[in-house]
């Protein structure tokens, strides 16, 4: 805006004059239409009767006039360094990694176009450049900020899988991480798309869980659980490794259903398949009959089809439920928790009886003994037991029996106590071992000393004790919370009251029960590597990857 404009006020009545603040005369602004409005005639008024104040005005317009060396200066290149440069720069390498595109977009012409709009002095680096300069940079600044959000963490639940490109030989070892803050946030992250050659075997892929842990500077004993497939070479690399793991849930549904004969997906098709040729015949008179005709010409009966297939209704009643758990298991927010109450359900749903189940009975026996046998353990493991009790929302109200509840309240117990560092003992009243006395006593009340401090510890144990058990008696006494609650947000709100079951529902409650994660960071890379990338390594798919997938954790929400 002019500097003139200081010493003018537009008019509220008639924009094409302007009052003088000095005079309050009313000065033209050059037509009665605003494209014709200009400031010739303020600055005549200004100079006709106001020879200081366009004094002043003059030498504010000669500053605001641009110098040469600054016109020059808009028209040159940036310097690749320059910050603006930067920042734009590391733009570009968001917007690859982000909407998956090639690393050869900045030698498109269109794109070219469009930065020159935006920017036009700046000079668009090479495709080499973003590839080994740019993207090795974004890749460690990402790096550190997701190390920072690791530090400090007690218990990391991680999900792990193997995947291979039909484009070009590259081959992935997948390692995603969640955890629980000490607000109960479920907080995720991808560590590491592996570049995983040769073949592989549980040794190779034991060593490469191993050597990512450790780039990761991630102790075993900070590995709640490892969620992974159920290849046999999956789960002797985890045996191998050292590492606690357990089978993808969604996986081992997958597999009863296919015990069963018949997957879902199969089913639906075929009734559907089934009723689009009933209802071609049905809306074509010419088509049915030539239907009969061709009946009665082999010697057959003329039969009316069926507009709905009783047996594939039937079947797809039995396989719904199954679908509906894969779909819970596989969420982003299913826990290890809801395993044993979704095959308690699983398991009662197909042991009943209906008159609807003429012709489905041997299929939904296989099912039954599908699900009994590839489940058989589910409520022995901790990992299951332990976090089913600790979820609000089930307890011990969804086990199999009250023997398998009351041996899940066990090791939950047994958990809390070494926990606290104490061995479990079911007489709270035994003393702790005593520590060895001095052999003389330096003065006659030393052993009172050591007497008293005896007494002391044995009261804070049997204390801790008794607050162990008090606290999940009362817990586990109280009626559960609705199965379309937050059982996070419940540990959250009640942290305060229950201690030591939050703490242990911290570690509990971070595991998956699937490794869904990782099948959803190879649909990714599909997009990364494809038949415009077929180029791009290992390590830069990696790269890409990594900062496709933790970028977010950085941004602002607003982007």
């Not at 199999?400 to 117990?413: G, P, Q, V």
């Amino acid at each position: 805006m002019s500097a003139v404009w200081a010493h003018f006020k537009i008019r509220d009545d008639d924009s094409s004059k302007a009052d003088c603040k000095l005079c309050s005369a009313k000065v033209s602004r050059g037509g009665k239409e605003s494209t014709s409005f200009n400031t010739s005639n303020l600055i005549k008024h200004l100079k006709t009767h106001h020879s200081a104040e366009y004094a002043q005005f003059s030498k504010a317009k000669a500053t605001q006039q641009p110098t040469l060396t600054q016109v020059l200066q808009k028209r040159e290149k940036m310097s690749r360094d320059n910050p603006r440069a930067l920042k734009i720069t590391e733009g570009i390498a968001y917007f690859i990694a982000l909407d998956d595109q090639p690393l050869s977009v900045v030698e498109n012409t269109g794109f070219r176009h469009l930065l020159g709009i935006l920017e036009p002095r700046y000079e668009i680096p090479s495709r080499h450049y973003i590839t080994d300069a740019m993207l090795p940079k974004v890749f460690n600044d990402v790096k550190k900020h997701v190390s920072g959000l690791l530090r400090d963490v007690s218990a990391f639940s991680f999900t792990t899988d193997i995947w291979s490109s039909s484009v070009c030989p590259t081959s992935l070892l997948s390692l995603t991480v969640q955890w629980l803050d000490d607000d109960f946030t479920l907080r995720q992250a991808t560590l590491q798309a592996k570049p995983f050659r040769g073949s592989h075997t549980s040794q190779a892929i034991a060593n490469a869980l191993n050597g990512m842990l450790q780039t990761w500077c991630i102790p075993k004993t900070s590995v709640h659980v490892v969620l992974r497939d159920n290849a046999k070479n999956m789960i002797k690399g985890m045996n191998d490794a050292g590492l606690p793991s357990l089978p993808c849930a969604a996986h081992t549904l997958q597999l009863v259903v296919h015990e069963g004969l018949l997957s879902q997906k199969s089913v639906a098709d075929a009734l559907a398949i089934g009723r689009k040729i009933v209802g071609h015949f049905k809306h074509s008179p010419l088509a049915y009959s030539r239907l009969e005709d061709i009946q009665l010409e082999i010697g057959q009966p003329a039969k009316r089809l069926q507009q709905d297939w009783a047996l594939l209704e039937k079947m797809m009643t039995v396989l719904g439920p199954f679908e509906e758990l894969t779909r819970k298991v596989s969420s982003s927010d299913a826990m290890a928790a809801d395993v044993i109450p979704a095959v308690t359900v699983l398991q009662r749903f197909l042991s009943r009886e209906t008159d609807d189940d003429h012709g489905i009975k041997t299929m939904k026996g296989t099912l039954a003994a599908a699900v009994k046998r590839r489940f058989s353990d589910v409520e022995e493991q901790p990992i299951y037991s332990i976090a089913t009790l600790l979820d609000p929302r089930y307890k011990n109200r969804f086990f199999s029996n009250t023997d398998t509840a009351a041996n899940a309240k066990e090791m939950l117990m047994r958990e809390l106590l070494s926990s606290s560092g104490e061995e479990e003992d079911h007489d709270l009243h035994e003393p702790p071992a005593r520590k060895p006395r001095r052999d003389q006593a330096s003065s006659s009340l030393d052993s009172i000393f050591d007497e008293i401090a005896d007494e002391q510890a044995l009261v804070l144990l049997n204390r801790a004790q008794v607050g162990s058990t008090a606290q999940l008696e009362t817990y586990l006494g109280e009626t559960t919370i609705s199965r379309e609650d937050k059982p996070l947000q419940y540990w959250a709100v009640n942290k305060m009251r229950f201690p030591t079951l939050a703490k242990m529902a911290s570690r509990y409650l971070s595991a998956p029960c699937s490794s869904v994660d990782s099948e959803r960071l190879f649909s990714s890379v599909s997009h990364i590597v494809n038949e415009s990338r077929n180029r791009i390594t290992a390590d830069h798919a990696e790269m890409i990857l990594f900062i496709e997938k933790n970028l977010p954790l950085i941004l602002p929400k607003s982007t």
